[in-house]
């Protein structure tokens, strides 16, 4: 692309007429502050342009009036002054040629009302399943003392007064929410029901959280370990509920993608399971020959379509892991601990390990690294050879000598 010079002058019509420069040129009127033209010597063009900082927003914009073809200097100067004296008034050109302007009747909307609209034309479309029924949530919840304001009427009070009743309850859940009004005002004036730049979730600040990673030690495998056992031998609960603890903790998987694993999913052959879905989207992760041992012994049981069927919906998958997971922490006092910390937990292993971050990142599914989805392939052997190892770790860790048998795992 051309560079594109800068000039000033008296813009007149007949200068713009016999204007010869053999280089694209900006032209800034002497007389008319901020209207400008914009010449492009090949094509011959010359588009009007004004210049102007708007007050709401305090963005500087460079609103295009119309070309040489479509009127002459004079019309595009009216336009431009027309334009100004918006500007002066308050008002944004832009915004109001785009037509994302608030409407008398649009900003009188019940906030109820644009809640329900959101959440079913927008977040149902456009987010994942899980994210629509947490924001359905939000809405019938959360957000109730909202719902008969206008929406004009929602300001910092009313959100502070939302974010301190939800934090008697939950600081995390009050966080949550407060994210999702922030996205729902952000669409509210992109769709015209509320002025821009009008968002006050802006300035309300969120609670700072302590971190609650929690990392299992060499001694705290083996309690784990233990228990899994003895539950699956010992408890009323589920055996299979078990059983995916025991491969959140062999393969540092999320636990939606263990228990809503398809058997279609699972590639035995090549050690990986091709998620058509996940946080992160359609993925394959590289999982070890342990894990895929207890994915095997599921998979043969299994009476329908999952790996881990739900034992009391016939074509659904396994749903509730509390009681196992309660019984498991009761067991080894671990009460402090969350399923997804055997992730990180995983991970910490892995690192150990001295493995490269990419090929870590490859067999936890993280899609930052893009080095990982460059190169799938190598980093599924890599990540195979690492989950193994990983998986190997845990086990010598939790004082396990049998390691579990994997004949026929890739049959």
Partial sequence: MAKLQYTKAVLTQEYLDTLKINQDTQITDLKLPGFFVRYYYITQRKTFYLSYRAKASQITRSLKIGTNHEMDLDKAKELAIKYKMAVSQGRDPYLELKGWVVSDEKHLIKAGVLFDK????????????????????????????????????????????????LARQSQSKANHALAFLSAFLNWCELFGYRKLYTNPCKVVKKYSLPRRDRVLSQNEYGQLFEA???????????????NVIKILALTGCRLSEIKNLRKDEVDFDNGLLRLRDSKTGAKSVPISQYALSIIKEEYDQSHNEYVFPSPIIYDRHLHDLKKPWIYIKERTGFQNMRIHDLRHSFATVASLTGANLSVISSVLGHKQITTTQRYTHINNIAGIKLANEVSGKIYEYAGMAKQPSTQDCYA
């Fill in 228 to 242: 899994i056992e003895y539950g699956k031998q010992y408890s009323s609960c589920s055996k299979s509920g078990f």
């Fill in 118 to 165: 959101y959440v079913e034309e927008y977040s149902k479309e456009n987010k994942k399943i899980s994210t629509y029924k947490a924001e359905k949530l939000y809405v019938r919840e959360y957000l109730k003392p909202l719902r008969n304001f206008r929406i004009k009427d929602i300001d910092i009070e009313k959100i502070h007064g939302v974010k301190n009743q």
